[in-house]
């Protein structure tokens, strides 16, 4: 039988015409390079940074919303390729490289060719782009992982910093567009020790790329089934959703593991099951560098629920938390992990999506983790089904979580733990095996 390509994209960047979603952050960015106002893209890993970057760059669909295509100038680098060794005067001479070809001949493109890009020159650079803003043209340099570029030390520096503001700030003829995974209060914040004046970044504004909505992943997979001879019923659909949440890196994991089953012909429990253990394996290294950049008190938040699910599960009720934290204490942690797309409020979402005892009632609303894959990994990895008072006790002081808490939560959040059966902690499969069944009115198997 010859073999189906899998449409569905893992890690990688979506091309322009199967990106989904995000206009209104589209319109933004789009809007504010009008007035040559430069933005930076905020999200968690993987939740479509590059995705979005490339549509800006390569779709040309992007050219009636801004002015004729011969105004702008997409100058498009990765940060996270530039070596260690490299000077400003690399970052500028790459930059003009790809200007230079996009300029009619003339005065303007003779004097870029003369710059020498040998050596920095930021007073000739200024001059440079006042000029070429002034003949009705713009660069817009889009930078990815801009936030890797704080641990080259030779880059991260005033000299490269200060004059990309004040070029972009102060003249028409650059603008720039960048992606990180922290926002702008924190880049300023990390920068603070080597500025001299205002803010390097305060120039840009924030635009933060949400989860996609529910609408959305129904429409990323039809787009991607398209053409296909495989169809995801109901049931596949709401695994996708279970298992994925909204977040785009993680629904193109799960329909791609699902695809893949299907393609086989695999059908019954077998289907999930397969599915689930091939999603388990591709995106632990996705958790883990996700958990790596979660505060402290999100951390502890995301494991509370996850414990608390499990529970509920078990129970087949919703599981109160009042008994474990201060109800009030954690709620900017819950709306954090909720702008990431980590955890959902239940009033928030479609009744039908949810099922009977996966839901945790904290701060007097039903909140659960948005993508039970996360569920799973934060019960398999971060907690590690340890059972003992010590190593929990080693667990909470290794994340910083101690004194998060005082005694009586930590006893509380011991008891929680302590009350998850063994065996039921198992994540991802029974959890979404059980929702599928659960709403499609089928008796588990």
Known sequence: ??????????????????????????????????NSDSSLLVGAPQIGKSS??????????????????????????????????????????????????????????????????????????????????RGGRQVVLVLDEFDSLLHLPKLATRDLFGPLRTIANNTEGLAVVAASRVPLSELNARTSAINGGSPFFNNHTDVHLPALSLDEVDLLLDRGLDGTRVSFDLADRLFVERAAGRHPYLVQAAAHALFAVAARGIGGPERYTTAEEALRGSIASHFADLWRLLPAEQQLVATVLALAEVRG?????????????????????????????????HEATPRWRWDPGSHAIWCGERWRIAADAFGDWILRTVIAQSRDRVDFDAWLRSREHDGLLTGEEKEQLRRLRDAV???????????????????????TG
């Open 1 to 34: 039988m010859r073999r189906i390509k899998n449409p569905f994209l893992v890690g990688r960047p979506v091309p322009p015409e199967r990106f989904i979603g995000r206009s209104d952050q589209l319109d933004t960015v789009l809007g504010r390079l009008d």
């Open 313 to 345: 599960q078990a129970q087949g009720r919703d599981f109160d938390t009042h008994d474990i934290a201060d109800l009030d204490r954690f709620r900017p942690e819950l709306d954090a992990l909720t702008a990431r797309g980590l955890v959902e409020l």
């Open 52 to 133: 979005f970057k490339r549509l800006l760059v390569e779709s040309q669909t992007a050219a009636p919303h801004l002015e004729p295509s011969e105004h702008w100038i997409f100058v498009d680098l990765d940060c996270h390729l530039l070596p260690s060794t490299h000077e400003i005067s690399d970052v500028w001479r790459t930059v003009l490289q790809r200007v230079i070809p996009r300029l009619p001949a003339g005065t303007l493109r003779a004097r870029f060719e003369r710059y020498d890009t040998g050596h920095f020159q930021p007073y000739v650079l200024n001059d440079l782009f006042t000029r070429l803003g």
């Open 421 to 443: 059966p063994t065996g039921v902690a198992e994540g991802l499969g029974g959890l979404v095996r059980g929702a599928v069944a659960g709403l499609l009115g089928k008796p």
